[in-house]
């Protein structure tokens, strides 16, 4: 995929793999359309604020068993995102909360919770199903996780994309 990065914000403390994810949604889908999809792992909701900020038509549900609140309240367009129902914190373990979701109602899951090899594997497994799209991730090829490379590997093969900055992602 050629990116271009012209159009998107970019704060200077951002990391890319957020500007990367914007990227894939702008190409996959047109500027009038709906797009809702699931982030497994918030963390501090920098990448979730990255992408509300930069997608007006996305709805996202952000996953995480132990968000730090403190710090997703932080963002500039918290209050806002949640009022519109633009962003909807689940905070549980990804396995019970994959319960929530019909098959195929996500636009796309982006997997960046657990790096270990089981639970990125039951991640893939549990959300595959979810998602119309693409399913993609985090931490790819980095040596202090090879249980994610490993459990992409086995669920896709050659299917694999890796962008920059560590990114996976499989269109479907
Ligand atoms: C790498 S951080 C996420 C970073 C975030 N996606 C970003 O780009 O800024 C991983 C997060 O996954 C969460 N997590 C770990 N295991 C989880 C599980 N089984 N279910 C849900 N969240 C989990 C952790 O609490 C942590 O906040």
Redesign the pocket.
């Known amino acids: 995929m050629n990116i271009d990065w012209s159009d998107l914000k970019y704060t200077g403390t951002q990391?890319t793999?957020?500007m990367v994810l914007a990227k894939i949604l702008l190409a996959l889908y047109k500027s009038d359309e709906s797009i809702i999809g699931i982030?497994?792992?918030?963390?501090?909701?920098?990448?979730?604020f990255y992408l509300l900020d930069n997608i007006p038509n996305l709805t996202l549900y952000g996953?995480?068993?132990?968000?730090?609140l403190d710090h997703i309240k932080e963002h500039g367009g918290y209050e806002k995102a949640v009022k519109d129902k633009r962003f909807r914190l689940i905070t549980?373990?990804?396995?019970k909360?994959v319960k929530q979701f019909k098959p195929q109602s996500m636009n796309f899951v982006?997997v960046?919770?657990?790096?270990s090899y089981e639970?990125c594997k039951k991640?893939i497994e549990n959300y595959l199903p979810i998602t119309k799209k693409f399913i993609g991730g985090?931490?790819y090829g980095v040596d202090a996780w090879p249980g994610v490379t490993q459990a992409v590997d086995e669920a896709f093969g050659d299917r694999v994309n890796v962008m920059s900055d560590l990114t996976w992602m499989v269109e479907l």
Do not use: Y
């Open positions: 990391q793999h957020c982030e497994i792992g918030v963390q501090n909701g920098s990448t979730s996953i995480d068993n132990a968000p730090c549980d373990i990804s396995d909360a982006w960046d919770g657990d790096h639970q991640d985090h931490d």
